[in-house]
């Protein structure tokens, strides 16, 4: 992905690495020329405060999200900060309420923010505790950047959160995979309109983001067809993967790593038929963990079959 080329690392925090793409500091210059806030005389300070708020706001949202996978089970290794936002890379198992938590959490940061800083707000004014207009100014600055935040990542288009939110709620209905078909389509439609107001707008960033959600969407539908085409094969009864719950696919869709030769593991009790391997885990198809195949069983196994 292109957000992961040419980022450098800042510091990790647990476990999880905080990048921040070179592109960002070009974005940084663009940005502080046109700040927010509207400060009075030598402003070039408030500006790059400003900035440095919103790249705050920005890291605690996809904290907000590595943390939620981490907490449901999930991995979450890295986090890379670039022009067009923040990109948390999480893996979280694959349900769709641990997805929905790694997901929602984000916004969640963001909407935690939203009584801290009104109240701080209501403080300076009620107190004035803030010296000077232009540390108000940017007070009010950063609300306003946080509120925006939130709203544009609750837009349903899919990769936004909102978009993925709507996936993670219609999975709960429909399924993995045409769950994510039905937010990619949905996704086209927004890009579309995130197109037109970007040229009405004449809008370069918005036009970036739409460029940017665009190909997300393309990558969401080529995935959603190729899961929906592995959840309409048939499955095995009695069994079911440990991690996400779903149960394992009937066919020779695994690998002897010996011979190489494809097998049904479950049919064959975890051994190659043709080279007698025995294998102690069995990788699941749906979320790519592996398990003990005693850890499969929803049921009493079968007796052996008797020696021919």
Known sequence: MFARNGAFRLFTFQGIG????????VAAMLLIQNPVGHYSGDAYLWFVLEYLALFGIVLLHELGHALACKQVGGEAHEIVLWPLGGVAFVS??????ATLWSIAAGP???????????????AIHAFGWLPGVNA?????AITYINYGILIFNLI???PLDGGQILRSLLWFVIGRGRSLLAASVIGFAGVAVLLVLAVL???????????????????????AMAMSRID?????KGFACPGCQTPPHIGNYWM?????????????RAQCPNCNTTFTTTRCMTCGSSHPLSEWHTSRPPPPPPFR
């Open 108 to 122: 969640l940061v963001n909407v935690a923010l939203i009584p801290v800083l009104e109240t701080i707000n209501w």
């Open 256 to 268: 002897c790593s010996q011979c190489r030769t494809p097998f049904d593991t479950f049919a064959s």
């Open 18 to 25: 905080v990048h921040v793409h070179w592109s960002w500091f």
């Open 201 to 223: 707008g004449r809008n370069l960033w918005l036009g970036l983001i739409s460029g940017f959600v665009l190909l997300n969407c393309w990558q969401g539908l080529r995935q």
């Open 136 to 140: 108000h100014i940017m007070l009010h």
């Open 92 to 97: 979280p198992p694959q349900r769709p309420g």
């Open 232 to 236: 309409d094969l048939p499955h095995r």
């Open 156 to 158: 349903p288009v899919y």
